[in-house]
């Protein structure tokens, strides 16, 4: 049992799953944690080629030599008792096996392994980047955070993320690069891409394509160029076109092409922390035409005020558009 945590299995259990030998209950237990989490799934099919190396020549199995390969890894584990092999045969006997690989890969998946795991976390109030060591490049904002293996060992790279951050993933055809973030997992081989991971995950594409899904398989969704999909509360949903104004606490730009003031006030109190109000309400209706290219917030409402004809007063972080409307 997994009492509840979506990381933990009964690896015998899996090993009884994988011989077809679980009850309906028991399928059903092992389903619910494939479910609910994308690295469970990778950990099963881990698992799952144990067992078909196995199945494929079951005469050419050493258990015995096995097992010693895995007590090695672990630094020590009691070996099963030999009746085990003699009661159950060979299905047992694998299956055993199976539990055997799966202790091997939770010590990996909890840091106990001599594997050890690099975090880089951006405490300072500005963006910070990172170098993986496959030559890719991530960009953080403050209060982010990245985790992987040192190196970025296997046939993979896995790395798992939180906050909010910009990624520039160099191309490798035989190593995809996956980022584990809320739930949600973002698998590429080489582009470039926002991820926020906060209440919700939010994909943004810049260059290439990326496979975003949630927690099943068949939630997985291509997002390209110029395009984001988000996720949340268990759902991926719709592609939708890229706000141009979405990167701005990486590349500082915003642009406007008639635009209503409603949508500029909502950049502004986002981005700049002030509170937009206009007097009449008929002003925010106002359109704008403008770029603005690492402006302090003082020039940006100088330039809506001007090219408006409006005045603006500020209060403390409170800025007030006031007019005849437009």
Known sequence: MNNGD??????????????????????????????????????YDALAQV????????????????????????????APAPSLWKRYGWYA?????????????????????????????????????????DGSTVTLRPGA??????????????VKFTGEGYFDVKEKSARPFIV???GAEIRVLGTEFNVRAEEEVVV????????????????AVKVEAGQQVRYDKGKVGAVETLDDNALFWRNRRLKYNQ???EEVA????QFYQVSIQFEPKAVENCRLNAVFVDESIESIVEVISTSMQLEAQQDGTTITFSGDGC
């Not at 199945?55 to 010693?68: C, H, I, S, Y």
């Not at 890969?105 to 690099?118: I, Y």
């Not at 594409?205 to 939630?219: D, R, W």
């Open 266 to 269: 909502r950049d502004l109190q």
């Open 259 to 261: 635009t209503p003031l």
């Open 93 to 133: 006997a694998v299956a055993m096996l199976v539990v055997a690989a799966g202790l091997v890969l939770f010590f990996n998946r909890d840091g106990l392994e001599p594997t050890s795991q690099v975090t880089f976390a951006n405490a300072t109030d500005q963006p910070a980047s990172t170098e993986l060591p």
């Open 145 to 158: 955070s990245i985790t992987y293996a040192e190196g970025l060992p296997g046939t993979e790279r896995r």
């Open 6 to 43: 979506p990381y933990r299995i009964d690896y015998e259990l899996l090993g009884k799953h994988l011989a077809g030998e679980c009850t309906p209950s028991e399928a059903a237990e092992v389903s619910a944690w494939l479910a609910a989490d994308p690295a469970n799934q990778s950990e």
């Open 51 to 78: 067992w078909d190396t196995s199945q494929a020549e079951p005469a050419l199995v050493d258990v015995d030599a096995a097992w010693k390969k895995v007590q090695h890894r672990m630094g020590s584990a009691p």
């Open 204 to 219: 943004q594409v810049t260059e290439g394509v990326v496979e975003f899904k949630g927690a099943s398989a068949e939630s």
């Open 180 to 182: 584990e973030a809320g």
